[in-house]
């Protein structure tokens, strides 16, 4: 069978057996972090925003979640972030 190997990763993945998951707070790709709602109750700067860009530009701003590691004994690993997401239309006003 001629599979790309992401794919034969991923359904290492879905097999369900001998898989760990993982919940962390803080997650780090790419040197930037990533912090859970939760984690920033009571602090004094908040780091849970999230911002994407949606088809047709559109910015769409939310609040993480969860930060979820899925692992199989293969060292194969998929992390995936919850997120709230709300939708606004922001206008920059020019006060001028």
């Known amino acids: 069978m001629n599979v ?4 034969i990763e ?3 993945l879905t ?12 997650y780090i790709v790419n ?3 990533f912090v859970t709602c939760d984690r920033d109750v ?3 700067t908040q780091n849970s925003g999230v ?4 088809m047709g530009h559109e910015n769409f701003y ?6 979820l590691k899925f692992s199989n004994l293969n060292d194969f690993s998929i992390v995936l972030f ?3 997401r709300f939708k606004c239309h922001a206008r920059w006003i020019n006060t001028n």
């Open 4 to 7: 790309p190997e992401v794919i």
């Open 10 to 12: 991923l359904l290492s």
């Open 15 to 26: 097999s369900r057996s001998n898989i760990l998951v993982s919940w962390y707070p803080v």
């Open 31 to 33: 040197g930037i972090q």
């Open 42 to 44: 009571g602090l004094k």
């Open 51 to 54: 911002s994407v860009v949606g």
């Open 62 to 67: 939310g609040q993480l979640q969860n930060i």
């Open 82 to 84: 919850k997120y709230r």
